[in-house]
């Protein structure tokens, strides 16, 4: 069972095909500096992030970044699956690059994606070409309310909140 996060309105059983313009939408240059990094080392995927869609392992970590961007959480189901990497590991180059460090010590993070390496708690994002929408998991009102409960209970815990129970009775 795999997760998307997208801010576009799908129906059960249509096809998600990537947004190849979702580079256009970063709110900073970093971010631009990090994809060309990140396809200037690619060696073992097949397809360019640029035209990949993203594809969360858990539910958890679908919640957390609809947080941040996205108004729907679909339960998909993938066509192929190019390569899993860890979506954290995106951040730690992200701060590394906003730092000003070595070119060479930022190519050898981006390898690191690239090779599954993970970071202490890892968040698994997988790319695939399309994804078949099984279910819509939950809309923009979940995700505000899940929001909510997040800054008011402060508890950083996704598993205990109840937003996140609810959908998992959703779903199972």
């Known amino acids: 069972m795999l997760f998307r996060v997208d801010n576009r309105a799908f129906e059960e059983g249509e096809w998600i095909e990537p947004s190849r313009d979702y580079q256009e939408w970063f709110d900073c240059e970093e971010k631009h500096v990090l994809e060309t990094f990140l396809e200037n080392t690619r060696e073992n995927c097949t397809i360019p992030r640029r035209n990949a869609l993203f594809l969360f392992m858990e539910l958890k970590d679908a919640l957390l970044f609809a947080r941040r961007s996205g ?70 009102t979940d995700i505000e309310s899940f929001n909510e409960e997040w800054l008011r209970n402060n508890t950083f815990s996704v598993e205990n909140s109840l937003t996140y129970r609810s959908l998992l009775d959703k779903i199972y």
């Open 71 to 140: 108004q729907y959480i679909y339960q998909v189901q993938q066509e192929n699956v190019y390569g899993r990497f860890d979506m954290n590991r995106l951040d730690s180059i992200l701060e590394i690059i906003r730092i000003g460090t070595d070119k060479n010590v930022i190519e050898a993070m981006c390898r690191q994606y690239w090779h599954f390496r993970k970071t202490f708690a890892p968040c698994i994002e997988c790319l695939t070409n399309r994804a078949k929408v099984v279910r819509i998991i939950c809309e923009r």
